[in-house]
């Protein structure tokens, strides 16, 4: 029995390794600050509200304002959000922050994509 744990736990973090860097590699993660939503079409910025750009969202995708589902066109101008994209460039999840909860002495918006 003894023989048997320390290959499993090997392999598990084999297998852990291995899925972190290959999440990593399919999935990227856009921080930023919504400018205007209009249809199918989501224009944000950075979190310094600089380099506007924009991406072609599918209305079916998911989305989360403040750990809620929503809907795209309930995103408001300002609302941070993070945005996950596909190695494709394609829009896939999408979590914004209305209410934000600031760590105390720092920053950091504390919220996470689901």
């Not at 003894?2 to 290959?22: D, E, M, N, R, Y």
């Not at 910025?45 to 600089?50: A, C, I, M, Y």
């Not at 945005?83 to 934000?100: F, L, P, S, W, Y």
């Amino acid at each position: 029995m003894k023989s048997f744990i320390l290959p499993t736990i090997v392999v598990g973090i084999l297998l852990a390794t291995t899925s972190i860097a290959w999440a990593d590699k399919a999935e990227k993660i856009h921080d930023g600050l919504v400018v205007s939503v209009a249809a199918e079409t989501l224009v944000m910025t950075d979190p310094d509200g600089k380099n506007e750009h924009s991406h072609k969202v599918d209305a079916a995708i998911a989305v989360t304002i403040d750990g809620k589902p929503a809907k795209l066109p309930e995103l408001v101008k300002g609302d941070h959000i993070k945005v996950a994209i596909d190695e494709d460039g394609k829009v896939i999840r999408i979590a914004a922050m209305r209410a934000a909860k600031k760590e105390s002495g720092k920053g950091n918006i504390l919220f996470s994509i689901p």
